[in-house]
């Protein structure tokens, strides 16, 4: 069984940055493709971003492009992402995700039916 822990969400002001990460146990961590999903009050959960087992290959949601970055330490066992140019619109629980298969085809990183394992998630609110 896999255990996702996220951490590093908080209260930050529009324009702000934070940095949340996710320590994955109880499996081979290069095994796994990470995501990052994200739920506002009153809204369903929605893709954030994510990134292939190995690391070469990352996927965004339009509406976080260029703003957040998605990394992974596989020595670490660790996915992170950097949110930076924050929006109030970014406030929501954001959740770590995995999955112990390849993301392929690329249309399936988007989909939170297709991840296997979820973290209990962190908050993140950013104020206008």
């Known amino acids: 069984q896999v255990q996702l822990v996220e951490s590093g969400g908080g209260l930050v002001q529009a324009g702000g940055s934070l940095r949340l990460s996710c320590a994955a146990s109880?499996?081979?961590?290069?095994?796994?493709?990470m995501g990052w999903f994200r739920q506002a009050p009153g809204k369903e959960r929605e893709f954030v971003a994510a990134i292939t087992r190995g690391g070469s290959s990352t996927y965004y949601s339009d509406s976080v492009k260029v703003r957040f970055t998605i990394s992974r330490d596989n020595a670490k066992n660790t996915v992170s992402l950097q949110m930076s140019s924050l929006k109030p619109e970014d406030t929501a629980v954001y959740y770590c995700?995995?999955?112990?298969?390849?993301?392929?085809?690329?249309?399936?990183?988007?989909?939170?039916?297709?991840?296997?394992?979820w973290g209990q998630g962190t908050q993140v609110t950013v104020s206008s």
């Open positions: 109880g499996r081979t961590f290069s095994n796994l493709a």
């Open positions: 995700a995995a999955r112990g298969r390849a993301l392929f085809p690329r249309k399936i990183a988007a989909l939170s039916s297709e991840y296997d394992h």
